[in-house]
């Protein structure tokens, strides 16, 4: 249940409805009806229907006519240049906040959710370790002390994370071999040795790394279909 608060319910249904996408409790083509969402958060069908307005205008949920909401499906195209963005933004964000200079309570913070990461990753425990690398990302983005970029990056994190959660992306992911543990090692160490640059560089290559995931696919795609129009 959301506890109602005026003026703020919509955001909170705005929360709930991004978290049921993460954790996959909400699914790629499912109907997302406004009295149906209403009776699940329990509160009234108007602040459920402002706030799909508004993820649909984040391009988090598409609305046709007659027909509702339903989450938004990318294409693989739209997919890697979410991660192109990603590269850039989180990049600028890291070496940016390096160059502040990191305090020893954000390290630790970091530190615990990269062994966090691992200690998942290496038991099988897949959600909980995405779980630990959203966190590490958004640590990052929240502290880079400039409000711009912490919107924009909030947002194309959720994105990521959401268009992830769809059962073919997600495979992608699972099926080619990743250093994702050391990856972010690697970022806490520039951090930690106060390397703006160097820092830049790990998390770009980090998020490039699972970018190419899904262009290794396009490509596969772009030359079966080549293929097949050829034999025709």
């Known amino acids: 249940m959301i506890k109602v608060v005026r003026g703020n319910t919509v955001e909170a ?72 963005l990603r590269e850039l933004l989180e990049g600028y964000a890291v070496e940016k906040l390096t160059f502040q200079g990191v ?27 995405a779980k630990a690398d ?21 947002n194309h994190l959720e994105l990521s994370v959401i268009f992830k959660a769809n059962p073919e992306f997600r495979q992608l992911l699972e099926n080619t071999p990743q250093d994702c543990d050391d990856e972010h090692e690697a970022i806490l160490a520039a951090l930690e040795g106060g390397r703006a640059k160097a820092a830049r560089k790990a998390m770009a290559l980090h998020i490039a790394n699972a970018r190419k995931c899904f262009a290794r696919e396009l490509k596969r795609r772009y030359r079966k279909n080549h293929k097949e129009e050829g034999t025709k």
């Open 134 to 154: 959203l966190a590490f990302h958004q640590l990052i983005c929240d502290s880079c002390r400039s409000p711009l970029m912490q919107k924009i990056l909030r």
């Open 13 to 84: 249904v705005c929360d709930r409805i991004v978290q049921d996408l993460k954790n996959g409790n909400l699914h790629s083509g499912e109907r997302l009806v406004a009295h149906t969402l209403a009776d699940r958060y329990r509160v009234s069908r108007t602040p459920v229907r402002e706030a799909l307005l508004r993820l649909e205008k984040e391009g988090i949920v598409t609305g046709t006519a007659n027909a509702g909401f339903e989450p938004r499906k990318p294409t693989l195209e739209e997919l890697c240049e979410l991660y192109e």
């Open 103 to 129: 305090a020893p309570e954000l390290l630790e913070q970091l530190r615990q959710l990269t062994a966090e990461r691992r200690a998942c990753h290496e038991s099988g425990n897949d959600e909980q370790a």
